[in-house]
């Protein structure tokens, strides 16, 4: 069955330093997800991509972070300077129509640690 | 905001037993989704109900849906070992705009 990949798994950086993650979303799926979850949190949604384009950035902090999905497969997320509050997981997600109704497909995540 | 909220936050029950798990909501959707997670894992989709839908099965999950209280209920039966994880109750408001609340830790025992 296909997944949704995403490396690395783990990530430990120092404050100031730059960091980048990247998703590689199911053949086929237009839509892909950029999610932060903080500990004992569900997950927020950081970026939205429909193929190359940004569909909702809304709740990403843009000073700092920044997504790209150049040809519209794969994606980058990246957090330069990297902040000891960006301690979470950064889940990946992606999606495409199944009658008329969308489910995410999730991958296993990159857990961020800042020191 | 998240707008899912569940309840109760954290659920410790023995195996075979039930396990129910309720997300209110505030605002009205088009669906509403459930989904998995284990600890340090991604998310895994279990069930969706459409707001014209009360009730759906799938396995030994059943999901109720009360459009009218804005609230949803996922059963889990005859509970495992291995369904010990975090449930996530995930409101779509249209197309693809989901909003996931904070989650229920079920924990079942041996």
């Known amino acids: 069955e296909a997944e949704v990949a995403q490396s690395p798994r783990y990530k430990i950086t120092e404050k100031s330093q730059a960091v980048a993650f990247w998703c590689d979303p199911i053949s086929g799926h237009a839509t892909l997800y950029w999610y932060r979850q903080i500990l004992g949190q569900g997950p927020e949604l950081l970026v939205q991509f429909q193929d190359e384009s940004v569909v909702d950035d809304s709740q990403l902090p843009k000073d700092r972070f920044s997504a790209e999905r150049l040809k519209g497969v794969d994606s980058t997320l990246k957090i330069q300077p990297a902040e000891l509050g960006d301690s979470a997981m950064y889940l990946c997600a992606s999606s495409t129509p199944r009658d008329g109704y969308y489910e995410q497909y999730f991958g296993p995540g990159t857990r961020l640690t800042v020191t | 905001s998240q707008q899912g909220e569940e309840d109760p936050q954290a659920l410790s029950i023995q195996e075979g037993e039930n396990a129910t798990m309720n997300c209110s909501y505030k605002t009205s959707i088009n669906n509403l989704q459930w989904y998995r997670q284990n600890s340090g894992r991604g998310l895994v989709h279990l069930i969706l109900i459409r707001s014209n839908e009360r009730e759906k099965h799938s396995g030994r999950l059943r999901v109720t849906l009360d459009t009218s209280k804005k609230s949803s209920s996922l059963l889990i039966t005859a509970s495992r070992a291995a369904d010990t994880a975090s449930y996530f109750c995930?409101?779509?408001?249209?197309?693809?705009?989901?909003?996931f609340g904070p989650g229920t830790r079920l924990s079942v025992l041996p």
């Open positions: 995930a409101t779509v408001f249209y197309g693809q705009n989901f909003v």
